[in-house]
């Protein structure tokens, strides 16, 4: 924290910004502060870019706790063999592309941000038989679990389809507009924004106005199917995902089926 610059030019900080600036020591990401501070971050992300572009404060990244490898093969075996797969003991770990998140440092360097095009493809080693091809179908995953991830990568690559995966909502958007999918799984309970407000906000842009969601969630009730009706989805299937529930609806609704008057189907 760089106050002291501040008072060297004859300004000081309000009071209410010191008890603030006195919570930055270093040691904290930017999703600690927000729970230190009880603000969402969108509006703390706001509030330190505006710190740091003044000068009163500096960005690192830091690296992620590693996860022991042995654990996240048997996290992913017993996610595949749930999912109905046959396990690939691949040792990846799908948090392992993501950038660590941001605290406030003295080396003054901007953290970096998770690329969704890195995850394009899938994992290595999980490639289907002969590969997919540029011309498959991109299948956009939007859950923040890193173990719905890694089953959704490894079932739809052995499919044949091209796979992007997202983890982080405010995140998505974008990357639909940029990636342009031609089918979305959306998670509907997720920090920052739900699944249904994101199907709102993909339902504004005319591009996507046909494309097919279909919503994933533990929470598989008539309530929640009408909801996710109303705010625009194509189809709605409850976890767990599994490869006899996911690859048929990618079946059925990537192979010229009309989605105009489609209805949702209120029973489980």
Known sequence: MNDEKFRHQGRSLPESHERFLSV?????????LAVKVQKDLTTLARLLATYYEQGIIELA????????????RASNARASTEAGLEPQDTGHNPRSRMSAPPTVASSGALPTSLDPASFEG??????APGGASPESPLVMCIDD?????YIMEQMLTQAGYRVVCIQESVEA???????????????????VASGYELCKQIRRVSAFKDIPIVIL??????????????VGATDFVGKPVKADKIIPLLDKYLNGVNLAGQELAIAP
């Open 24 to 32: 930055l020591n270093g040691k904290r990401s930017v999703r600690d």
């Open 173 to 191: 958007v974008s990357s639909i507009l940029r990636r342009k999918p031609a089918f979305i799984f959306l998670d509907l309970v997720m920090p």
């Open 217 to 230: 969630t533990g929470n598989d009730g008539v309530i929640d199917r009408v909801r996710a009706k109303m």
């Open 61 to 72: 990244a830091i690296e992620d706790l590693p996860q022991p490898e042995a654990e996240v």
């Open 145 to 149: 679990s890193p173990q719905i991830c």
């Open 122 to 127: 899938g994992h290595p080693g999980l490639a």
